[in-house]
């Protein structure tokens, strides 16, 4: 790929007419005081109790099943936090025994509005991926009410997932991909880690700038999507959904800024492919306008929307991603050969 830069124009893409939507109220879940949990020491004690119904009641045991895609493993791993006992379930995906060799390790962060999701979840692109030569790591980390934002819980999960995968598999590069609000983790962690420890990044429509969804979605709500710029939107309903749990993570607009603020300018070099839809009616353009003016690379799909990121499309057909992946992550690969020698 070109070492500059490309961006993607913010065309109005209209796929299909929308009709006007009425203002909903939307409620907000409550604020508190509560600060994030002292990194270096590793304790909760200032964060909020995690509920007895996020912890497994006894040790999970690995299961393997094997199919002519994948060989997946499911187990947990423990959390680094000091004094939690919460065992964080994990899914690996290997690719088939005839495999020549695992080009990469992936680590595939899961969407779901920042509320829900598992590691059960986007199962056709955890194996469309092991088609590639890759393995793959997902993980049901908590987030939503059960672990705000201010808490750090989910980053710490994150963190903790990426320290196994990468002690799992020493010898081979490791990269990111994101799907929705997994994509936002997948960006964030990539630009603060940095290439050290990431290789490659992948997010799959990410709501790159929570508070220009959030912004999107007001407009929606209160029926003046079409007006403020937006050609594709949810009606009032869906996106007060939407926004509701989005807020169960963030709580509020401050928040949602700052965490946008962050990916506004490139902070590491890490190699990037952005891919979204055009008429991406959860994450439209906007939401990753800036991510787009630094990505290494950014491919729009024509006449799609935020299915992208729930599944892969067979068949190879030009809705289908996998090739461009593909490239990409040759492409990171070699850069790095090149840089140790090989």
């Given at each position: 790929f070109p070492s500059t830069q490309r961006k993607s124009k913010m065309g109005n893409l209209n796929c299909k007419d929308q009709s006007s939507a009425s203002a909903v109220a939307v409620k907000q879940p409550p604020n508190t005081n509560e600060k994030p949990p002292n990194r270096k020491k590793k304790n909760l004690s200032s964060a909020s109790p995690i509920p007895a119904s996020t912890k497994p009641s006894a040790p999970e045991v690995v299961v393997v099943a094997a199919?002519?895609?994948?060989?997946?493993?499911?187990?947990?791993?423990?959390?680094?936090?000091?004094?939690?006992?919460?065992?964080?379930?994990?899914?690996?995906?290997?690719?088939?025994?005839?495999?020549?060799?695992?080009?990469?390790?992936?680590?595939?962060?899961?969407?779901?509005?920042?509320?829900?999701?598992?590691?059960?979840?986007?199962?056709?692109?955890?194996?469309?991926?092991?088609?590639?030569g890759l393995a793959v790591i997902t993980a049901s980390f908590r987030n939503g009410d059960v672990a705000p934002h201010r808490t750090n819980i989910t980053n710490r999960d994150l963190k903790d997932v990426i320290d196994y995968a990468k002690d799992r598999w020493k010898d081979v590069p490791f990269g990111l991909v994101g799907s929705s609000s997994g994509g936002f983790f997948a960006l964030t962690l990539s630009q603060t880690l940095g290439p050290s420890v990431i290789s490659f990044c992948i997010p799959i429509c990410p709501v790159a700038n929570p508070s220009k969804r959030a912004s999107y979605l007001r407009s929606s709500i209160s029926g003046t999507a079409a007006s403020d710029g937006y050609a594709n939107f949810h009606d009032a309903t869906k996106s007060a959904n939407i926004l509701e749990k989005q807020l169960s993570f963030w709580v509020d607009d401050k928040s949602m800024a700052e965490a946008g603020q962050l990916l506004e300018t490139r902070k590491s070099d890490v190699p990037t492919l952005l891919i979204v839809g055009s008429c991406d009616k959860n994450v439209p353009?906007?939401?990753?306008?800036?991510?787009?003016?630094?990505?290494?690379?950014?491919?729009?799909?024509?006449?799609?929307?935020?299915?992208?990121?729930?599944?892969?499309?067979?068949?190879?057909?030009?809705?289908?991603?996998?090739?461009?992946?593909?490239?990409?992550?040759?492409?990171?690969?070699?850069?790095?050969?090149?840089?140790?020698?090989?």
């Open positions: 199919d002519k895609d994948a060989i997946e493993e499911s187990t947990t791993i423990p959390s680094s936090i000091e004094g939690d006992d919460f065992a964080i379930p994990i899914k690996l995906y290997s690719p088939p025994s005839n495999t020549p060799k695992i080009r990469a390790a992936i680590f595939f962060i899961h969407g779901g509005i920042f509320s829900h999701g598992d590691r059960d979840s986007h199962p056709t692109i955890a194996h469309s991926l092991t088609k590639l353009l906007a939401v990753t306008a800036d991510v787009q003016s630094w990505a290494t690379r950014t491919i729009v799909v024509g006449g799609r929307g935020h299915e992208l990121c729930d599944e892969v499309v067979e068949g190879g057909g030009y809705h289908c991603y996998l090739a461009d992946i593909d490239r990409f992550v040759e492409y990171c690969l070699s850069s790095l050969n090149s840089e140790n020698g090989q």
